[in-house]
């Protein structure tokens, strides 16, 4: 003890630093830098500096290590935690920060410190985040069956991001995912080619009878706009204007972030009236639900799949992909398409707008056609 110590907050080529300077057990004047966001955190995060020497015996030597070469991937982990994994916070509809899905993110991050946890950043390799792929790719999913790639790749890219922030903060030199070939691929995903077709449909509405009654409406208005289940899950009747037949899917319901319009069909239209009409008409409260479901359909969807002789592991995200193969097949742009899911990107549409084989049958025969003129 004895030794004096001067905490400050320093900018340094655009950079906010908290420094504690100290002189070591050979009287040696040493310098210790951690990156912050702010001058309030850097004050904070000189107290926590100046008490690492209070119980360092060794001359700062404690706190100098935990400067970048001494922190372990937990610290990482906590720290990221606390600035950036939190709900998704708004302002006038936009997302400020945070995650819309913060409680499967919370579940990436909880798989990633089971593994790293105690690893120190600086020891953390290419290999070790390519052995972690295979791992998970080879870990089955809880009840059974393989897990896919595109479940592991949400998770490297929470790796990725964690790893960025710690090559920001300078508590690593590099991050280690550019050390190597590729380890999150899209193009290696395993693509949808499940589609809807009409007479299949006749047989889910017709199974949405009895305690599965309240998934017909739900079916019919995913089919007809191609909205993702969670911006049906929570639609409110503000957004509804029945006798317009339009429907604004607000900002920070949607994926992108972004707001769009949707025209309802007749049968849509017909449902969301039963639906209005049942919820209390004009007399109901305009901020709840219009479909009032609160929790996973998953059990009655595979329940209605399973009386209507649906085969095929159909899932409820199929639906959104019938609706858009539905539109290429009406003669829709990809533009005009992707403006209904509320794409931002046209390689995104070209995902969703699924050739079936009645598809390239019609091509074929329209060929036939001009040949023969």
Not at 2 to 21: D, M, P, T
Not at 147 to 167: D, G, I, K, P
Not at 288 to 300: A, C, D, E, H, K
Request: hydrophobic content about 35%; proline content about 1%; some cysteine.
């Amino acid at each position: 003890m004895g030794r004096q110590r001067i905490g400050s907050v320093v900018k340094r080529k655009g950079r906010l630093y908290a420094r504690v300077q100290f002189a070591d057990e050979q009287g040696r004047k040493r310098d210790v830098l951690r990156c912050v966001s702010t001058r309030a955190l850097g004050r904070i995060t000189i107290k926590q500096m100046l008490r690492e020497t209070d119980d360092d015996d060794h001359g700062g030597m404690a706190l100098d290590s935990r400067g970048g070469a001494g922190r372990t991937f937990a610290d990482l982990a906590t720290y990221f935690e606390y600035h950036y994994l939190k709900p998704a916070s708004y302002v006038d509809g936009r997302k400020i920060s945070g995650y819309r899905s913060f409680i499967n993110f919370r579940c990436y991050m909880q798989t990633l410190r089971a593994h790293f946890d105690k690893k120190r950043l600086r020891g953390i390799t290419y290999s070790d985040i390519r052995d972690f792929k295979s791992l998970r790719h080879g870990t089955p999913i809880r009840g059974g069956g393989s897990r896919s790639l595109a479940s592991v790749h949400r998770e490297l890219a929470l790796m990725r991001r964690l790893l960025n922030v710690a090559l920001r903060e300078g508590w690593i030199l590099k991050n280690p995912f550019n050390a190597g070939e590729v380890l999150i691929s899209l193009a290696d995903e395993a693509t949808r080619e499940r589609i809807l077709s009409s007479e299949e449909e006749h047989r889910m509405l017709l199974a949405c009878a009895d305690s599965r009654a309240h998934l017909r409406p739900l079916l019919i208005f995913l089919l007809d706009t191609g909205c993702r289940q969670g911006e049906a899950f929570k639609l409110r009747w503000r957004d509804v204007d029945l006798k317009a037949g339009l429907i604004t899917i607000q900002a920070f319901n949607t994926k992108t972030a972004r707001a769009r319009q949707i025209a309802t069909t007749k049968r849509v239209t017909e449902e969301l009236w039963r639906l209005f009409e049942a919820s209390g008409g004009a007399g109901g409260d305009q901020a709840s639900l219009v479909f009032g479901i609160t929790s996973n359909v998953r059990r009655s969807f595979a329940s209605v799949c399973k009386i209507a002789g649906i085969k095929g592991g159909l899932r409820r995200h199929d639906l959104r992909h019938t609706h858009a193969s539905r539109l290429d097949d009406l003669g829709f742009s990809l533009a005009k398409i992707g403006g209904q899911l509320g794409h931002t990107k046209l390689q995104t549409t070209l995902r969703y707008v699924n050739r079936d084989a009645h598809a390239a049958r019609k091509v074929a025969t329209s060929l036939d056609g001009f040949n023969e003129t």
